[in-house]
């Protein structure tokens, strides 16, 4: 089994900036892939963005790129999610996933296995 634990949402005002951790604990794959997912309130969760774990490659949703940087410290199992001129549209519960492989889509939620307990972000106008 794996345990996430996300942390450091909060609220800020429009244009500022927040910084997500996630920490991953138990049996983490080598291959692993670490992602970042939020759900505004009354609308389906959506992917954010992904980093894999061998070689950090990363990918974004459009809506977020530019913006939002994804991380990881391999040496912690840990993924970060920076989070740069944020807007009130940015407003949701972000959530850490994690899947022990690192084939198929990173932005498809049903390829993760694994899932935080979620952080609310609040961004006011």
């Known amino acids: 089994q794996v345990q996430l634990v996300e942390s450091g949402g909060g609220l800020v005002q429009a244009g500022g900036s927040l910084r997500l951790s996630c920490a991953a604990s138990g049996r983490t794959f080598n291959n692993n892939v670490m992602g970042w997912f939020r759900r505004a309130s009354g609308q389906e969760r959506e992917f954010v963005a992904a980093?894999?774990?061998?070689?950090?490659?990363?990918t974004y949703a459009d809506s977020v790129k530019g913006r939002f940087t994804i991380s990881r410290d391999n040496t912690k199992n840990t993924v970060y999610l920076e989070m740069n001129s944020l807007k009130p549209e940015d407003t949701a519960v972000y959530y850490c996933?994690?899947?022990?492989?690192?084939?198929?889509?990173?932005?498809?939620?049903?390829?993760?296995?694994?899932w935080g307990q979620g952080t609310q972000v609040t961004v006011s106008s």
């Open positions: 996933a994690l899947k022990n492989y690192d084939s198929g889509s990173y932005s498809y939620e049903g390829e993760y296995g694994y």
């Open positions: 980093i894999r774990r061998s070689d950090l490659r990363t």
